[in-house]
């Protein structure tokens, strides 16, 4: 049987502790040029280790450097004549 235990949160946190540490300038960069608040995203899925045994971790780690918004918002009526000029 898998279980969860003190490895495996460990390895959660080291992992997760590596990602901040590798991407510490890039969090740090879009912190800087956020109008508000940056959201981290870290998350941990847990599977079973089919092959090893054992707990599968897989780890990550997301962040929004630059947000882009853009909306188009049209209407088309098919029927409608073009006028002139604008054909």
Known sequence: MNTIGPKT???????????????????NTAF???DGALTLTMSAKLDVARDAGGVKIETRLSFTKQKIAERYESTVNERQQDLPGMG
């Open 9 to 27: 949160k460990d390895k959660i946190i080291a992992d997760l502790s590596e990602m901040l540490d590798t991407h510490l300038e890039d969090v």
């Open 32 to 34: 800087m040029e956020t």
